[in-house]
Structures are given as C-alpha cells and as structure tokens.
C-alpha cells in the first residue's frame, strides 16, 4: 500500500479530518494533504515520526510506514536517497579510559544480557569508567546509537539536572526539533519512548541521584539497554541488576597504578611498596589516578617518596588539578538530609571504624533501632559499608573525611553533640570496642 494510502486509512480510523491530524501532529496540513495525496514523495523523517505519533501507531504499523516513506519510487528530477534511517544516530558516549585487567569481572556482568543495570558504589570508585567502557564494547549492538546522559547529582559547579530537561535534551539529540517537544514532562517520557519504541539504542544514565530523575528515562523497548551509575544504590525497575563496585583488589589497584604513572616511574620499586602506596590510595580508583598524576607531575620524586607523603596526610595529598578526594566527599556529604551529615561526622569521631550498632547506638545517642535507620541512609550512599550484619566499617578516606569534619564542627563550637562527644572523646567509646 503507498504512503498516502496508509495515512488515510490510520487517518480515518483514528476519526481526524486532515485539520485535526495536522493540528495533533503540529504539521501544516499542506503537507498532510500533499503526503495523502501523494503530491509529496519525500517527507522528512520528523515528519513521519510526528504523524506516526498522532495517529497512535503500534510497532509493525509504524515499519510499515517508514517502509511505504522510504519506498517511494523515486521521480526522474529527484535527488538520490536519502539515508534510509529516518532520525539521527547519537554517539555520543565520551573517550574509553579503563585500563585492562582492571574490573574485568564487573565488566563481565555488564556485558551480559540486562536490560537495566544499575551500577553503584562511593564516590571515584569507577562507576562512569566502567559504565563507558562497557557501553564501547556493546556500542556494535546497538547500530541506532548510545545515548550518554549525565545528569550531574554531584557535579560541583550544577544542580542535579531535572529528568523533564535531560528529556529534552535526549529528544533533541534524536532528532525531533524543539517546538514538537511536550512541556508535560509525563507526555515528553512517553514521546521518548515512542521514538525509541522500535530503536536498539544504549543509553548511559551517569551519576543518577535517584529513582525519581532516571526512571522517566528508561525506554520500554526491548531493543535498548541501560546502564546507570549513581553514588546511591537504587531501587532500580523489574528485572533490572544491582551491580554495586567495592574497593579494587590490591593486585588491579597496582596495575592501575603503575599503568598511569608510567612504568619507567615504578621500573625497580617493589611490590610490596606498591601495594602499600595503593592502599594509603584506599583502593579507590580516584586517589589512585591523583596519586599517579602527582607521580607524573614531580619528576624529581619516586615512588618511595610518594608513599612518605602518602603516609602523612594523605587526604591533603590526594588532591590533582581538578580531581580531589576530599571534593569528591564533599559532594556526598552536601546530598545528605541534616540529621544525616551530623550522624557522618559524629561516625568520624571513632577511633577504630569498625563498629556494632550498640555501640553506634551510644554514641548517636539513640536506640538501636533509631540508629540502624539513620545508618541505613549513609549505607544507601556509599559513606558506610556494613561488611556482616549488625557490623559497619567507614572505608578508610571517608574514615579521614568524617574526622575531618566532626573535628572542625567540635573545635568551631557549632554543633552541641559534636562537643559532647569530643570531650567524651578518650578511646573509651568505639574505639575500644
Ligand atoms: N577501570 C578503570 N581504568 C582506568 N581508570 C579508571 C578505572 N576506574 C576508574 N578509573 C579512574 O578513576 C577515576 C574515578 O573513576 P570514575 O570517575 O569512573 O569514578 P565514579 O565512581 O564515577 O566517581 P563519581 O561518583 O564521582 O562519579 C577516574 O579518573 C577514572 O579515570
Ligand atoms: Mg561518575
């Protein structure tokens, strides 16, 4: 059946005069009447796409239409085809920087058929990394593009971005132009995953503050896949996976290392030492690429002299250009709710941090109950690792970070419980434990 054909059949059934679908679909209802008609052999993809939307096409009704658009017999004056994919392909995934042999495994996981997977872990554990490096290696897959959003739950300078923006942004970048976007932000998710309803697309959410700003991004389509990043760990949808990154082995955080430092800067240093400069990093990705960066940018200095610094203050140290731990924590911090950045810092007042509830119970001044809850929040983000049930353990910088904070909180005399328990401070607590 031609193009004009199929339009008034899917026009009539859906009870629109020519006016009314040229109204619905913010077409000119020349062109309506032109493509009916057929006085127009060409339309333009965002026209088909706008028409297909209006008249409420499913699936196969939506092919058969591009087919009749693209199979069009060509007239004698006619410029050659067009490419035949009427929306515009997205790469827009940023440069690949993982290094091989590390988070292999994880890599793994994500390669494997999901359709959501949603990635989580503390601040510079290697989220977007992974993330990337797994959507190049699965881009092949998915010929209709990668779409990476980041949508910025802890960007220093931005607030997170709001899903009814990332849409429009989204939209735009597949091809449908400003003015047909709907300012109802269930109407542009619902238009989002008309448009992908019959794409294979992977789509990248990074740094996803929560459910509420990256579920409207999700397709519906079986032919897309997602993977998401976010510092918390989300309730992700249906069949979705939980992928949550832990600190890196010793033996990766090593090849890590030297693989950024540049292996004539560690030619002759022993494991050992390595090993120990890897884990005042705390096995985390991102003190491990500052603690190479700083390697890199002081030649006269060897790895020996970086561990000294390390060893230190190594929170201080862990700072490069524009990467630094301590920002980093910083952002996670500033997300959490009042109650909750005052119960991170008096957690930062422990000696050793590793810990049971009773004892964090004493020290919140709460029941154990009250404290599990409010440990259940610095656990969603990251700030605190619950290794066996009833047992927490602060990762080592955030350990340093948290001291930080309660100490200039109880010295600066501006929170009363911080002062209690600094004067209470005398290894007693859970440090004794
Ligand atoms: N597998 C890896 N290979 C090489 N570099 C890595 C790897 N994982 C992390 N890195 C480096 O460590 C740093 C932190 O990684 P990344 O930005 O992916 O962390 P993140 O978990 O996304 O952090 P944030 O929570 O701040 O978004 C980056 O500079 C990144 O280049
Ligand atoms: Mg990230």
Redesign the pocket.
Known sequence: MSLGALLRMWRQRALLTQEQLAERAGLNVRTVRRLENMGLLRPRATSVLLLAKALELDGAELEMLYAAARGRPAGPDEPPPADPRPWTVPRQLPAD???PA??ERELAILMEHHSVVCVD?????????????AAHRLAPLFPDGQLFVDLHA?ARATAPVDPGAALTRVLRALGVPGEHIPWHLDDRAALYRSVLAQRRILVVL??AADEHQANPLLPAAPGCRVII?S?RRLACPGDARNLS?DDLPVPEAVA?FT??AGRERDAGTSVDVLAEVVRRCGLL??A??IAAARLRAHPAWDVRHLLDRLATDRLAELVAGR?SVVA?LD??YERLPAEHRQVYRLLGSVVRPVFGLDAAATLLDVTPAQARRLLDELLDAHLLQEPAPGRYRLHDLVHGHASALWLSAALGGSAEREISAFEQMAGVRLGAE
């Open positions: 920087v993982a290094v590390v988070r872990g503390m601040a510079g554990m290697g989220k977007t990394a992974l993330a990337v490096s802890h990074d740094d990043t510092r990154l890590l693989r950024l990705p991102l491990i690429r990467h980093a952002r996670s």
